[in-house]
């Protein structure tokens, strides 16, 4: 019976692979996404950041559940206007006392502010798959203005829940005492990259 389900598995897996993964990515060109509304599909977007731990290594965490929507306009990019939330409960490392701390009043204070948010104000496409995205970013209960470096992934039919998705990456630096959050500066770095993976499913 085991060798069975082994089998029964391994033919899903060869016939998932052959024909409904083939077919996930539909697009690679922006032009090509359809047009419309999205929201951010949370078990697939994550913000990842790294900062340089007192000059030895590049130190990295995730933050997760973001929500948020996308209306998109993929002839005309500079119509578009994204907005996500960042719940700051959500931050992970590899260090469960580091995470706590994170969350403490020395640095995100997540129970004085709770989240995240970023609103764009502006869209500028740079390339066939690349645009600069520049909004409010508000963090620590301070807004600021930061710009983010955008690449189009790939878009079409999610094979798992038949839903369309369009799937993005971002790129951008930060300055950490911007916001008020200065704790170790500068033995941990002032300046913290975040690289974001972004995936929108489409509203019917």
Same mark, same amino acid.
Request: proline share 3%.
């Given at each position: 019976?085991?060798?069975?389900?082994?089998?029964?598995?391994?033919?899903? +897996?060869?016939?998932? #692979?052959?024909?409904?993964?083939? !077919?996930?990515? /539909? %697009? &690679?060109?922006?032009? =090509?996404?359809?047009?419309?509304?999205?929201?951010?599909?949370?078990?697939?977007?994550?913000?990842?950041?790294?900062?340089?731990?007192?000059?030895?290594?590049?130190?990295?965490?995730?933050?997760?559940?973001?929500?948020?929507? +996308?209306?998109?306009? #993929?002839?005309?990019?500079?119509? !578009?206007?994204? /907005? %996500? &939330?960042?719940?700051? =409960?959500?931050?992970?490392?590899?260090?469960?006392?580091?995470?706590?701390?994170?969350?403490?009043?020395?640095?995100?204070?997540?129970?004085?502010?709770?989240?995240?948010?970023?609103?764009?104000?502006?869209?500028?496409?740079?390339?066939?798959?690349?645009?600069?995205?520049?909004?409010?970013?508000?963090?620590?209960?301070?807004?600021?203005?930061?710009?983010?470096?955008?690449?189009?992934?790939?878009?079409?039919?999610?094979?798992?829940?038949?839903?369309?998705?369009?799937?993005?990456?971002?790129?951008?630096?930060?300055?950490?005492?911007?916001?008020?959050?200065?704790?170790?500066?500068?033995?941990?770095?002032?300046?913290?990259?975040?690289?974001?993976?972004?995936?929108?499913?489409?509203?019917?």
């Amino acid at each position: 019976m085991k060798g069975f389900f082994s089998l029964a598995a391994t033919a899903f +897996l060869l016939s998932f #692979s052959a024909m409904d993964v083939a !077919s996930a990515q /539909s %697009v &690679t060109n922006a032009e =090509q996404i359809q047009a419309g509304g999205y929201d951010v599909e949370p078990n697939h977007t994550q913000v990842g950041f790294s900062v340089l731990h007192f000059g030895f290594t590049n130190y990295q965490g995730v933050f997760s559940q973001v929500s948020g929507n +996308l209306d998109l306009d #993929s002839q005309n990019p500079a119509r !578009s206007k994204l /907005s %996500v &939330t960042i719940p700051i =409960q959500s931050v992970m490392t590899t260090n469960s006392k580091l995470d706590d701390e994170l969350k403490s009043d020395q640095w995100f204070d997540s129970a004085k502010f709770p989240n995240a948010r970023f609103v764009s104000t502006q869209i500028r496409q740079t390339g066939k798959n690349e645009a600069i995205v520049t909004g409010n970013l508000t963090l620590h209960g301070v807004t600021k203005l930061e710009s983010l470096k955008v690449h189009f992934v790939g878009a079409g039919i999610n094979p798992l829940d038949k839903k369309y998705t369009a799937g993005f990456e971002a790129d951008t630096t930060i300055k950490r005492s911007d916001f008020g959050v200065k704790m170790y500066v500068p033995y941990v770095s002032d300046e913290v990259h975040l690289h974001i993976a972004g995936a929108f499913e489409k509203r019917n």
